[in-house]
């Protein structure tokens, strides 16, 4: 599905990314953990094009990416949830919504809505709020069905349990899992190893720009590395 | 609390003496070749005292006196108003506009020819706020120079019709398409900039085009202007008394009315009438296609505007050509209105209006930024009695209104997008 091979990325000449080589498959969960600096969203960035490899190549259900523009990456069948959420503050949750399905027809929009609706019935409540007044887990939660809207093949979630409570990145985590189920292919980039290893079916450990581990989630979170290093012992 | 209120009392109080003193109470005279400083008379310099311990007092007493006047009853009963439900709020509203816009129609004909003739110089800048109200109030780019796109449709009718013997109507989409090419050209640039920087480039253009319009004495003639702009036809009839151009007739011999000044301007009053309207139409328009929401989506995140697979280029492009092309719209008006122009009325003191006028009105509110057109082309008109004061007393009121209403005069009521759930 996704594809990154030996991917370096610079911002103007400091090197963010060293050769880094990331595969997802077609319907998995896929997590890349690592600490504060490691390289993760960069990598995430890279992949949407903003900035682009400075040498190296990403596929996408095998087309070349690499020096794609932006927008036309993301209109591809792939969706991100920015890191720390960024709703639309001023619109309502519903058009926040429409944002999201902005490529797709009327009809398509409201189908997706109500799927979306079904997902996270606290939004269908919310429907009329503006984004801005809601909490951070419902305005998680918003992100991710605004990111769901354009009816992505996968998604991309940067940190999506950044600032919440456990009991609120309990359900986020829920939702993710039943985003598979319905055949959506999941990359999950996460500071909250645990979680994110326990979902996963395989996993990345990203540090300082290159991938230092690459197991099944099962076996990384068994790892006494990753379990001395991320998990505290 | 007291201690820091006659504290901060002093200090208003001594801001005022020391900001009024050297304006009222020194005078400069000539004797001869020299100029000697003398004070003002004694009941200039009481009456400042006067103003300065008003403002002490005022300043000392302010909390006490702000709570009393909220506590006001018709103050007090607007703000617990329920408001009223939104289907029946646009309905009232769309038959006040069109109330408002039949009665303009009407109106020169009962009012003076001055009258008229300020009236068409609002319309002109309620076109003109109404354009850049895309540009910074829908899309959030702080565009300050704004005026070299009016500049660029005011020029281009001039030029065209000197040298290509072009009229109004040929020129005006002619020069709302140059400036709206213009707004394409500076907008490629600045893509990159956002906020203070942006700013400071527009800023750069817009003095660039004074600059050029100044200098290029072979084609503009320089800081002479250009005259002789022709006046608009209503179907090749002329409003002059002597027909000029061939194959023209004349309005009052056509009709059979006898000459009067009167019938150009109101005539000129109508055309500006008719092109705001169909510029606050077309930009409504926009504002609730999908273009419209991505402007907004641009503004408020850009991040996650482009993550959902906008693209930035093409929203900014759109936002700047769009805003200049109605620019050069009321150029055009504006150079026909006035039949001369130089370099000397597009400076920049016009695009800080113009930006004033949009941050008055309330960002992005289109009926907001036309009562602010009004009010902020108006009022220093009324103030006229007062001479020298006037720019003073509409720097008050724009501070007054800072302070009081900070989101405009009409902050944006957000258009609400509904799809239609049966279908």
Redesign the interface.
């Known amino acids: 599905m996704l594809v990154l091979e030996n991917v370096h990325t610079h911002y103007g000449k400091i090197e963010a990314l060293h050769g880094v080589s990331v595969e997802v498959n077609q319907g998995e969960i896929v997590s890349l953990i690592g600490a504060n600096g490691a390289g993760k969203t960069t990598l995430l960035m890279t992949v949407?094009g903003?900035p682009q490899a400075s040498s190296g190549s990403v596929f996408l259900e095998g087309r070349d990416i690499t020096h794609a523009?932006?927008?036309?990456?993301?209109?591809s069948g792939i969706?991100?949830?920015?890191e720390g959420r960024?709703?639309?503050?001023?619109?309502?949750v519903?058009?926040n919504l429409?944002?999201?399905g902005?490529?797709n027809s009327?009809?398509e929009?409201?189908k997706s809505?109500d799927h979306v609706y079904e997902l996270f019935p606290r939004l269908k409540e919310r429907e009329q709020q503006r984004a801005g007044t809601m909490s951070g887990g419902e305005q998680q939660m918003l992100a991710i069905g605004?990111?769901l809207m354009?009816k992505p093949r996968m998604i991309i979630l940067d940190e999506p349990s950044l600032g919440l409570a456990p009991i609120v990145i309990q359900q986020i985590f829920e939702i993710i899992g039943q985003l598979r189920e319905e055949g959506i292919t999941v990359f999950l980039v996460e500071q909250n190893a645990h979680q994110a290893l326990s979902l996963a079916d395989r996993g990345y450990v990203l540090e300082t720009g290159r991938i230092r581990l690459h197991d099944t989630g099962a076996n990384l979170l068994a790892n006494p590395d990753v379990r001395n290093a991320y998990l505290g012992g | 609390m007291a201690a820091n209120n006659v504290r901060h009392a002093f200090f208003s109080a001594l801001i005022t003496l020391i900001i009024s003193y050297p304006i009222l109470g020194l005078n400069l005279e000539a004797q001869g070749i020299s100029v000697t400083l003398t004070g003002a008379d004694t009941s200039t310099v009481i009456a400042i005292f006067i103003a300065v311990i008003v403002v002490f007092v005022f300043q000392l007493f302010r909390e006490r006196l702000m709570d009393r006047v909220r506590e006001l009853p018709f103050l007090s009963a607007r703000a617990h108003k329920e408001p009223m439900a939104e289907n029946k709020r646009a309905k009232i509203e769309s038959w006040v506009i069109t109330g408002i816009v039949v009665l303009a129609l009407f109106w020169p004909f009962f009012v003076s020819r001055g009258a008229v003739d300020l009236a068409t110089l609002v319309l002109i800048y309620i076109m003109l706020a109404l354009g850049l109200n895309v540009v910074v109030g829908l899309a959030g780019l702080l565009d300050l120079g704004y005026v070299a796109f009016y500049a660029v449709g005011a020029y281009t009718f001039a030029l065209l019709a000197q040298y290509a013997d072009f009229s109004f109507w040929m020129a005006l989409p002619v020069g709302a398409c140059l400036a709206a090419l213009f707004g394409l050209v500076l907008g490629f640039p600045v893509l990159r900039l956002r906020g203070d920087y942006l700013a400071i480039v527009t800023l750069g253009f817009g003095e660039i085009i004074r600059i050029l319009l100044n200098n290029w004495t072979t084609l503009t003639g320089g800081p002479n202007g250009i005259g002789g702009i022709p006046d608009p036809t209503l179907f090749g009839m002329e409003f002059g008394r002597r027909v000029k151009g061939e194959g023209n007739t004349s309005f009052h011999d056509t009709f059979g009315i006898a000459y009067s000044g009167e019938h150009k301007v109101i005539f000129l009053y109508l055309i500006a009438l008719v092109l705001a309207v169909f510029t606050a139409m077309v930009i409504r328009r926009f504002m609730r296609m999908?273009v419209g929401?991505?402007w907004?989506?641009l503004r408020?995140?850009e991040?996650?505007?482009?993550?959902?697979?906008?693209?930035?280029t093409?929203v900014k492009l759109s936002a700047f050509t769009i805003g200049a092309f109605f620019a050069g719209f009321s150029g055009t008006v504006f150079a026909s209105k006035q039949g001369f122009i130089s370099p000397e009325s597009f400076v920049f003191l016009e695009s800080a209006i113009v930006l004033a006028i949009v941050v008055l009105g309330g960002m992005g509110s289109q009926i907001g930024v036309i009562l602010a057109a009004i009010a902020v082309t108006i009022l220093p008109e009324l103030a006229r009695e007062f001479s020298e004061y006037r720019m003073l007393i509409f720097g008050a009121a724009m501070v007054l209104m800072m302070v009081w209403r900070p989101q405009g005069l009409m902050p944006m009521r957000?258009i609400?997008?509904?799809?239609n759930?049966q279908?």
């Open positions: 949407c903003s523009p932006t927008a036309s990456i993301m209109r969706a991100i949830v920015p960024r709703v639309f503050s001023g619109l309502t519903e058009e429409h944002m999201g902005f490529f009327k009809a929009i409201r809505q605004r990111a354009s | 999908p929401r991505a907004e989506a408020e995140d991040i996650a505007a482009r993550s959902l697979g906008l693209s930035r093409a957000r609400h997008i509904e799809l759930r279908e």
